[in-house]
């Protein structure tokens, strides 16, 4: 087995002072995203029952780790929820995706925050932010 191949197998673990800035930046980003939620009048029960909803992209996961990871990843970064609030401001008609846009980003930051990061073709455990499970507690400290 040469260097580049058992590179490939396990990713790279970020040094834990940028793991914690990327964390904080997702408290900052649920913080700031919650209080617009607020400040749009929707209901905090709306909030509540689509929070999750992101979460079932994981089902790309049945297909493969490859195809879970992209489909994850692609509903999990911050492009798409930035798209729906650009949209929700620019096009007449559209305010009311504004609070679809705010709850999608708020879900993101706190998986960032609680250390669940975009995922690698590795596996669901490894992310941007390190290994995630029982085996991950050394790495995200």
Same mark, same amino acid.
């Given at each position: 087995m040469n260097?580049s191949?058992?590179a490939?197998?396990?990713?790279?673990?970020l040094?834990?002072?940028?793991?914690?800035t990327?964390?904080l930046?997702?408290? *900052?980003i @649920?913080?700031?995203? %919650?209080a617009l939620?607020?400040?749009t /009048?929707a209901s905090w029960?709306l909030?509540a +029952?689509?929070w999750l909803?992101?979460?079932l992209?994981?089902?790309?996961?049945?297909i493969?780790?490859?195809?879970?990871?992209r489909?994850y990843?692609?509903?999990?970064?911050?492009a *798409?929820? @930035?798209?729906?609030a %650009?949209?929700?401001?620019?096009?007449p /008609?559209a305010g009311?995706?504004l609070?679809? +846009?705010l709850?999608w980003?708020?879900?993101?930051a706190?998986?960032?925050l609680?250390?669940?990061g975009l995922?690698?073709p590795?596996?669901f455990g490894?992310?941007h932010l390190?290994?995630?499970g029982r085996?991950?507690? %050394?790495?995200?400290?």
């Open positions: 260097d191949t058992s490939e197998m396990e990713p790279e673990v040094p834990l002072g940028l793991r914690r990327l964390r930046e997702g408290l *900052a @649920a913080a700031v995203a %919650a939620y607020a400040r /009048g029960w909030f +029952a689509l909803v992101p979460d992209s994981m089902l790309g996961y049945l493969n780790a490859c195809w879970g990871a489909i990843n692609s509903i999990h970064s911050y *798409a929820p @930035a798209m729906l %650009a949209c929700a401001l620019l096009l /008609g009311h995706l609070p679809f +846009a709850i980003a708020n879900h993101i706190v998986d960032r609680l250390g669940y995922k690698s590795q596996g490894w992310t390190g290994r995630v085996t991950s507690k %050394a790495t995200l400290s």
